[in-house]
């Protein structure tokens, strides 16, 4: 095993991959990240689908057998995506039955342009359930105001979801509260809540591409040597004061009742982690947000970044939320509006996952073509 890798899990944080294709299943590649890196669990989108499907040979067969059988482009993508995440989700079973739910799970995502629908969104994500039949899957669901009540619909029918695309606290917090409705719901409904898993996935990397894009523009100005300190620390900052809001909603009467009848707390899911400003140590997203009872979830560049250079050195997140708050203050202070920057981010967000959605629809179009002739 590899000690900065070990260390990390040592202290608590479940390291997940960020991707997921059919040759990094048939050719072991993912086994042995389980075996070797620490790898507990698979994070996908429409964006990891759309790059594998295009760049390996891995798929031909099977869209060859769907474009013969005349599917559409969409039942085709739902074939291909619920099969590996199917498959994935069987080469982690052990690690679900070792760690009793907690890691060990493979998430599959609803389609981005249903993230303003809500009643879309829990009938799809009822169908994707279904279709993949594993218990230890996770349905993303984004974090949209509509998508807060399929949160808990989703939940209240005894299906595990992973919240993705979350910038603000506040709707971190609204986030919780859907996640504690729902397994309220559960509970009411007769579901087993010790089955049922959820994490919160808290975008990091982008906070600092939109606040350091916009303290640029300090440049050349009286506040230059202010913006320029500023640079590069918002996104940890957010992170940590999101983990501060975590310890207080899982510390609560409300969901000691939850825990009480076996529920197990919604965990905060580092995303984004790798750096997107090269100027950035590779590691700056994980050495800085570990603490106990936490999720990273990082692309094969980051974990081995982490496995070379990462320094683990103790909890780098409880008893820094006072330093969190001020840099936010100073933001402010400067001219740069948190709440305008998160919904930026949402906004962007969103069409992003929707040009990915595109992406491997004339992807996936294009091989059925391909395959047809």
Known sequence: MNDRLKALADAGVSIWLDDLSRQRL???????????????????????????????????????????????????????????????????????????GVDGRVSIEVEPGLARETEKTIAQAKELW?????????????????????????????????????????????????????????????HDVTKLGSVAS??????DTEIDK???????????????????KAAIANARLAFEAYEEIFSSDRWREIETAGGKPQRPLWASTGVKDPAYPATMYVDELVTNGVVNTMPEATIKAVAEQGEVT???????????????????????????????LEDEGVSKFDVS???LQDTVTSALKAAAK
Not at 214 to 232: H, P, V
Not at 316 to 342: C, I
């Open 357 to 359: 959605w595109s992406e």
């Open 130 to 190: 279904e279709a993949v039949g594993r218990e230890n899957v996770f349905v993303k669901i984004p974090a949209t105001k509509e998508g807060l009540p399929a949160i808990t619909e989703t939940l209240a029918a005894g299906i595990s979801v992973n919240v993705t695309l979350i910038f603000s606290l506040d709707r971190y917090k609204a986030v919780a509260d859907a996640f504690l409705s729902g397994l309220e719901k559960a509970l009411d409904n007769g």
């Open 26 to 100: 048939s050719s072991g590649s993912l086994a042995e990240l389980i075996h070797d890196q620490h790898v507990v669990g698979v994070t996908t989108n429409p964006t990891i689908f759309a790059k594998a499907i295009s760049d390996a040979d891995a798929y031909a067969e099977q869209v060859a057998r769907l474009a013969a059988d005349g599917v559409s482009t969409d039942q085709a993508i739902r074939v291909i995506t619920t099969d590996d995440v199917r498959a994935a989700a069987d080469l982690f079973k052990p690690v679900y039955d070792d760690t009793e």
């Open 214 to 232: 916009r303290l640029d523009a300090f440049i050349g100005t009286a506040s230059e040597d202010t913006a320029k300190a500023l640079k590069g």
């Open 202 to 207: 808290f975008f990091v990397s982008r906070v």
């Open 314 to 344: 103790g909890d780098t997140v409880r008893n820094t939320y006072d330093e969190a708050r001020k840099l936010f203050a100073d933001l402010e202070a400067l001219g740069v509006s948190y709440d305008e920057v998160v919904q930026v």
